[in-house]
Each structure stands twice: as structure tokens, then as C-alpha cells.
């Protein structure tokens, strides 16, 4: 089959008004850092962008210290409906910049820009407005009758979206009445620098968001920083399980957000367009750089070899290249670190048996490329079936009953998200019901809104962003509430989750 070409349409870079060298956003001023610099750069032609201060334990002591004066002299201080004021203005400006937001965000991280224009940017705004419309409403959160904030939030992020994360992180830290010292990850500082410039031009008061950017080393002091009292992690299991070691006996209340390997379960009844959209959009959305992303495809064997010859026509449609032109579906791997991360585990599939397939596809000679790949004849034994690969590869598996769908996509350490597809309420409800996993999707995918709270089981981590929940991982609780522990618990100790928790047991066996 042959397809119309499609001329380029490059989104241009002349909005950005970039800086060659960005220092750390501290007490409201951009400072150079104690250590030394490294450069960000454009993961689809490896060329720089900018140099990027490495915040010290020095600096982040600072960044820290600033933050507490701020808590103390500023913000706690204030009313919610100012703090108000300030969030519904910060939003308004992300909105302003949103084209700029974009393009910096598709040029430091490589995903295609109808992504981070039509997506990642308008949540960012929704986020900030969601959590300024709480900042004035805080006791009706359900946290008790008198919420109190926590103070100095320690709060480290992923690459995969940069932006979001920060949104997710600081709007609701901020609303609850915290101050704020933000590590973006190594790779994907830019964004986070631009926002510090919003700041500014909100005029919030110095301090009560600090932005140190760097590397692990700098996430690790800031975590283990004495004076945090709370920690916020987006990141792999490992980085967090170690997180969850340094903190226990602090004191520092802690909200995790790891990994996931999340099923997406198609059933013989499901609409089939709409599931190889859902499929598509499941694990081809940002490269698969998504730690909800619908990794391992579970088809109802009736319908496999349908399913599997629709989504490789599908797949032949795909635009893979520069993230700045509006037509890309798929743009850069992020890193050279992640690209082989990917080459390896996908040679893994090879060598356990499995079958590879991807579209006949031209990829870029600089940068860090990965053609989207299917494995097809996968079985839960695989590491492909079982490890995070955070690439846009997809393992394919078959059911027969929903009682085998739902073992299947229980067989996982983690317990993120989940997708059903089917044109049957009462399916979608039971098997909601049964599935350990934190969000599920039914016929759709890769949904976010800020008022739904997101966060995963098992080794996906603990706590909830989003919605009420993700205020009360800021608030220290009043009278009258239920600890977030207790809710959880009382979640796990119902009889459908001990249930299914024993049949998953028999299942590994
Ligand atoms: P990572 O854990 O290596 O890094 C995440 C962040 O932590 C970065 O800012 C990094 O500099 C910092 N960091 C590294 N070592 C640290 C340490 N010892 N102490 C404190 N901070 C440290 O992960 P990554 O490679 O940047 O991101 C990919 C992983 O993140 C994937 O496994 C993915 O599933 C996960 N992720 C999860 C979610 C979620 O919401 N659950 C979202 C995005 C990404």
C-alpha cells in the first residue's frame, strides 16, 4: 500500500528567546551555580541548546533555605483565596506561552509537537487552574476540618513530560500552602527554566518555588535534605524504592510514582476502529515514554489475528521524525541511554521466541531513533511480557475467558493503569473491579484530567496526584479524617481483592 507524501511543516524555533546558559532559579532570582554546567540537548539532532547549572548539595541547602524562609515569612501565611490568585495567574501565563511552552518542550525532550501544543501545554494550564480554584476550599478537600500544609516540599521528576510533571507536582504543593525546591531530570531541564521566568512575571513571592536543576546526586540531596517535609517522586522503581529507604523515620510524609506494565485488554465485542486507535494511542503516544502506557496488548483469541493484522496497516501510517513538524506521530527516544535500553530488551524478545515486527519506516541519521515495534506469539513468562521497556514496543498476548484476562494482567509486579475494551457496561465494570491497577480506561486510553486522581499499586507506588487526593498528600490532616493509610487498607482488605490476590498467587505458582 502507498500513501500520499506529506510536505514537511516545521514548527519554528524563532518564538524561543532561549538563553546559551541557564543558572538555578533560587529565591526568586536566577543564581549561578557553586558546581559545574552540562549541556541539554535536542534529542533528534544531538545538537546543544543550552548549558545547565548542576545544583550541589551547597545549592540545593540554599534553594532549601529560601523555601523555608518563604513557608515561614510568606506563604503559610497567606489566605487560600490569594494563594488563589497567584495559581489562576500562573495558569493564564502558561497559556499566554503555550506556543513557546511547546516548542521548547518538543526540542529538549524529542516528542512530536501536536503532542506537547495539543496536550502536554493545556494541562499544564488545567492543572494550575483545577488546584487555584481548591486553594481557598481546602477544608472541603475530605482531609478533615481544619487542613493544615506540610512546609518544604522536596519534588523530583521524570523526563518523559517534563512540563506536566512540574504541573502536577508544584499546582497542588502550592494551593495546600507549601513552598517548594523542584529537581527537573538531567535531560529535560529547559521547561522547567522557562516556567521559573513565568514566576517572575506572576510576581509570586521569591521563594516559594525554587528550581535546582541537575542529576540523581542532586535529586538525592535534595530528598535526604533535613529540612523537607514532604518528598514527591516521579521516577523508575529503583530511584524511588531507594527514596522510600532514606526517608523511613523522618518523618517526611512521601508520595511515589513509579513504573508500570500496564495491560490493555481487548475483547471479542469490543469496536475495533476505536481499539486500534486506543492501541495506537496506548504505547505509540510519546514514544512510549509513558508510565501508564498500554504495553502489553491482551486480545481475545477470537479476534487476535484481526486485531494484529489491523494494527500493523495502522502502524504503516505512522510518521516517525522531527518532533517539531506538526505532521509527526512519533518523534525522538529521548536519550542515547534509553535508545539502548530499548535495543536490549528488544533483542531479549527476540532471543526468548518472540516475533518482531515494524513498519517499513526511514529514521533520521542523527539522533536517538526506534522504529515502533510489535512482538507478537508473547507469553507472560517473557521479560518483554514483565519489564518496563518505556519505548514505543508493544508485547502482544491472547485470552480466552475474562477470568484468564484478568490473571493475565494481574501477573505484574506493578499496578499503574489498565484499559478494557468492550461494547458490554456490565464487562467493563467487572472486570474493573478485579484489575490492580491504580487508573483504568474503558474504550480509551491515556486519558488525563485534573480532577481524577492518579497513582498506582504495588511497585508502581504510593499516594495519589490528581483531584482531592492529590491535595491531601500536601495537607497535614485535620480532625475527623481518614489517614491516607487507612483508606488504603480498607481498600485492600476488601473480599474482591483477597480474593483475586489468592487466584494471581495460584497463577505465578
Ligand atoms: P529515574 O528514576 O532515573 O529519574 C527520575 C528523576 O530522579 C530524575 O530527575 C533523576 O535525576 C532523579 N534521580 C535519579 N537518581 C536519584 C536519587 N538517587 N535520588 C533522588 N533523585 C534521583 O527515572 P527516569 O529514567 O528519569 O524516568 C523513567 C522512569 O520513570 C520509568 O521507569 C517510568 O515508568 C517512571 N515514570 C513514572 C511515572 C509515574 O507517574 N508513575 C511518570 C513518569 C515516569
Known amino acids: 500500500m502507498s500513501f500520499l507524501e506529506y510536505a514537511p511543516a516545521p514548527e519554528s524555533t524563532a518564538i524561543l528567546d532561549l538563553k546559551p546558559e541557564y543558572g538555578l532559579f533560587i529565591d526568586g532570582e536566577f543564581t549561578p551555580a557553586a558546581g559545574e554546567s552540562f549541556l541539554t540537548i535536542s534529542p533528534a539532532t544531538e545538537k546543544p541548546i543550552a548549558r545547565i547549572a548542576n545544583g550541589t548539595e551547597a545549592d540545593v541547602d540554599r534553594a532549601v533555605a529560601a523555601a523555608r524562609k518563604a513557608y515561614e515569612k510568606t506563604w503559610s501565611r497567606m489566605s487560600g483565596r490569594d494563594r488563589g490568585k497567584y495559581?489562576?495567574?500562573?495558569?493564564?501565563?502558561?497559556?499566554?506561552?503555550?506556543?513557546?511552552?511547546?516548542?521548547a518542550e518538543s526540542l529538549d525532550n524529542g516528542k512530536p509537537i501536536k503532542e506537547s501544543r495539543d496536550v502536554d501545554v493545556p494541562l499544564v494550564a488545567a492543572w494550575f487552574f483545577y488546584y487555584a480554584g481548591w486553594a481557598d476550599k481546602l477544608e472541603y478537600a475530605g482531609v478533615g476540618a481544619n487542613p493544615r500544609s506540610l512546609g518544604v516540599a522536596a519534588q523530583v521528576i521524570p523526563w518523559n513530560f517534563p512540563l506536566l510533571m512540574l504541573a502536577w507536582k508544584i499546582a497542588p504543593a502550592l494551593a495546600a500552602g507549601n513552598t517548594v525546591v523542584l529537581k527537573p531530570a538531567e535531560t529535560t531541564p529547559l521547561t522547567a527554566l522557562l516556567f521559573a521566568e513565568i514566576l517572575q512575571q506572576a510576581d509570586l513571592p521569591a521563594g516559594v518555588v525554587n528550581i535546582v536543576t541537575g542529576a540523581g546526586e542532586t535529586g538525592r540531596a535534595l530528598v535526604n535534605h533535613p529540612d523537607v517535609n514532604k518528598v514527591a517522586f516521579t521516577g523508575s522503581t529503583a530511584v524511588g524504592r531507594e527514596i522510600a529507604r532514606s526517608t523511613a523515620g523522618t518523618g517526611k510524609k512521601l508520595t511515589l510514582e513509579l513504573g508500570g506494565k500496564a495491560a490493555n485488554i481487548v475483547f471479542d465485542d469490543a469496536p475495533i476502529d476505536q481499539a486500534i486507535e486506543g492501541i495506537v494511542n496506548g504505547i505509540f503516544f510519546n514514544q512510549g515514554h509513558v508510565c501508564c502506557a498500554g504495553s502489553r496488548l491482551l486480545v481475545q483469541e477470537s479476534i487476535h489475528d484481526e486485531v494484529v493484522e489491523r494494527l500493523k496497516s495502522r502502524l504503516e501510517t505512522l510518521r516517525v521524525g522531527d518532533p517539531l513538524d506538526k505532521n509527526t506521530d512519533v518523534g525522538a527516544i529521548n536519550s542515547a541511554e534509553q535508545l539502548a535500553r530499548i535495543r536490549e530488551l528488544s533483542e531479549i524478545g527476540e532471543a526468548e521466541g518472540a516475533e518482531r515486527w515494524s513498519p517499513a519506516c526511514e529514521l533520521p541519521e542523527n539522533g536517538f531513533w526506534f522504529a515502533p515495534t510489535i512482538f507478537t506469539n508473547v507469553s507472560t513468562s517473557h521479560r518483554i511480557a514483565r519489564e518496563e521497556i518505556f519505548g514505543p514496543v508493544l508485547s502482544v498476548l491472547s485470552f480466552r475467558t475474562p477470568a484468564e484476562a484478568i490473571a493475565k494482567a494481574n501477573n505484574t509486579p506493578y499496578g499503574l493503569s489498565?484499559?478494557?475494551?468492550?461494547?458490554?457496561?456490565?464487562?467493563?465494570?467487572?472486570?474493573?473491579?478485579?484489575?490492580?491497577?491504580?487508573?483504568?480506561?474503558?474504550?480509551?486510553?491515556?486519558?488525563?484530567?485534573?480532577?481524577?486522581?492518579?497513582?498506582?499499586?504495588?511497585?508502581?507506588?504510593?499516594?495519589?496526584?490528581?483531584?482531592?487526593?492529590?491535595?491531601?498528600?500536601?495537607?497535614?490532616?485535620?480532625?475527623?479524617?481518614?489517614?491516607?493509610?487507612?483508606?488504603?487498607?480498607?481498600?485492600?482488605?476488601?473480599?474482591?481483592?483477597?480474593?483475586?490476590?489468592?487466584s494471581t498467587t495460584k497463577e505465578e505458582q
Do not use: C
Open 87 to 103: 495559581l489562576f495567574r500562573i495558569a493564564r501565563l502558561v497559556q499566554e506561552r503555550a506556543r513557546e511552552l511547546a516548542v
Open 418 to 502: 489498565a484499559g478494557i475494551w468492550s461494547e458490554k457496561g456490565s464487562r467493563i465494570l467487572a472486570v474493573a473491579d478485579k484489575l490492580r491497577a491504580g487508573v483504568i480506561w474503558a474504550n480509551t486510553f491515556n486519558r488525563f484530567d485534573p480532577a481524577s486522581p492518579f497513582g498506582g499499586y504495588k511497585e508502581s507506588g504510593y499516594g495519589r496526584e490528581g483531584g482531592r487526593h492529590g491535595l491531601a498528600a500536601y495537607l497535614k490532616e485535620g480532625a475527623g479524617a481518614m489517614s491516607e493509610s487507612a483508606v488504603r487498607s480498607r481498600r485492600d482488605a476488601s473480599p474482591e481483592r483477597a480474593v483475586l490476590s489468592q
